[in-house]
Antibody, heavy 118, light 107 residues
């Protein structure tokens, strides 16, 4: 069974940093690309970042470019999102999602809440 | 960026109704379109990919169609467990973009 479990969320002040983790199991992690997607309270879904299976290709949404860094450790079956210079508008539930062979997300984690507030 | 526009934003329907949600892309995306279902407090669940292919385990009451810029998601006979918010997403290019969501409520 495919499982994705996010952790690392919490309350942080504006300008602060946080590192999210996503532990993957139930599939061969090093064969799949991964995405982070977020959802602000009461709002829709927003794609945040993409990383290929070998980490050779990475993309970011303009809203987080230069502040967030996506990475992965295939030996540990883990995906990460380092978030720096956090802003109020980064407050959201952050989901990690596996990219299926066809290019879209097929499995999602349960999400971790990040709250940026003073 | 490709803009995805869903309609309606919300709808009220009764159990047993046939429901159709539309999604329009601001430029052609071939069939690189997915549909997700999200219930309150839960993660999105993948329903359909490649515009019309059902994800494994998803009941056949869900169907998708379309190509290019215009797409539809149809629920053939609405059941209580189907009341949720539905999102379309294009995966033709980066940045990936979602529709704003369609909330399906009980009439």
């Amino acid at each position: 069974e495919v499982q994705l479990v996010e952790s690392g969320g919490g309350l942080v002040q504006p300008g602060g940093s946080l590192r999210l983790s996503c532990a993957a199991s139930g599939f061969t992690f090093n064969k799949y690309s991964m995405n982070w997607v977020r959802q602000a309270p009461g709002k829709g879904l927003e794609w945040v970042s993409y990383i290929s299976s070998s980490s050779s290709t990475i993309y970011y949404a303009d809203s987080v470019k230069g502040r967030f860094t996506i990475s992965r450790d295939n030996a540990k079956n883990s995906l990460y999102l380092q978030m720096n210079s956090l802003r109020d508008e980064d407050t959201a539930v952050y989901y990690c999602a596996r990219m299926g062979y066809y290019g879209g997300n097929d499995y999602w984690g349960q999400g971790t809440l990040v709250t940026v507030s003073s | 960026d490709i803009q995805m526009t869903q309609s309606p934003s919300s709808l009220s329907a009764s159990v047993g109704d046939r429901v159709t949600i539309t999604c329009r892309a601001s430029q052609g995306i071939s069939n690189n379109l997915a549909w997700f279902q999200q219930k309150p407090g839960k993660a999105p669940k993948s329903l359909i990919y490649a515009a019309s292919s059902l994800q494994s385990g998803v009941p056949s009451k869900f169907s998708g169609s379309g190509s290019g810029t215009d797409f539809t998601l149809t629920i053939s006979s609405l059941q209580p467990e189907d009341f949720a918010t539905y999102y379309c997403q294009q995966y033709s290019t980066y940045p990936r973009t979602f529709g704003q969501g369609t909330k399906v409520e009980i009439k």
